[in-house]
Nanobody, 125 residues
Framework: QVHLVESGGGSVQAGGSLTLSCAAS????????LGWFRQAPGKEREVVTT???????FRIAWAGGRFPIAQDKDQHTLYLRMNNLEPEPTAMYSC???????????????????WGQGTQVLSSP
C-alpha cells in the first residue's frame, strides 16, 4: 500500500498557475505509477494526467500542455503544475497509485489502488 498526501491547493485567479505536490511513502517505482485526478462539483472523478510507465505519461485532452506532471523519484514526490487555469468552481485534486502494468487506455479510476485525501483548487474569474 502506498500512502499519499497532497498539498499546494488553494485559490488562484483565472489565468494564474498553481503547483500541487503529492508526498508518497516508499514504494516500488518499477511497479507503481502515480497520477492526478480531479473531481468537480456534481461530476465524476476523472484522470487529469498520470505516469503510465517509467517515462511515459497520459494526459486528458482538455489539459493540453498546460498541466505537466513530474516526479522526484528520490523524494517519492509527485507534482502537478497547473498553468493558465480557467475559471471554475472548487474542484478536488487527488493523487493516486496503481500497478502500471494493469492500466487500461485511457487509465481509469479503477486502475488505481491507493488514494490521497485530496487538495482543493478554486480558480476565480
Amino acid at each position: 500500500q502506498v500512502h499519499l498526501v497532497e498539498s499546494g491547493g488553494g485559490s488562484v485567479q483565472a489565468g494564474g498557475s498553481l503547483t500541487l505536490s503529492c508526498a508518497a511513502s516508499a514504494f516500488d517505482i518499477t511497479k507503481y505509477c502515480l497520477g492526478w485526478f480531479r473531481q468537480a462539483p456534481g461530476k465524476e472523478r476523472e484522470v487529469v494526467t498520470t505516469f503510465t510507465g517509467p517515462s511515459s505519461t497520459f494526459r486528458i485532452a482538455w489539459a493540453g500542455g498546460r498541466f505537466p506532471i513530474a516526479q522526484d523519484k528520490d523524494q517519492h514526490t509527485l507534482y502537478l503544475r497547473m498553468n493558465n487555469l480557467e475559471p471554475e468552481p472548487t474542484a478536488m485534486y487527488s493523487c493516486a497509485a496503481g500497478d502500471c502494468q494493469t492500466f487500461g487506455y485511457p487509465p481509469r479510476r479503477s486502475d488505481f489502488e491507493d488514494w490521497g485525501q485530496g487538495t482543493q483548487v478554486l480558480s476565480s474569474p
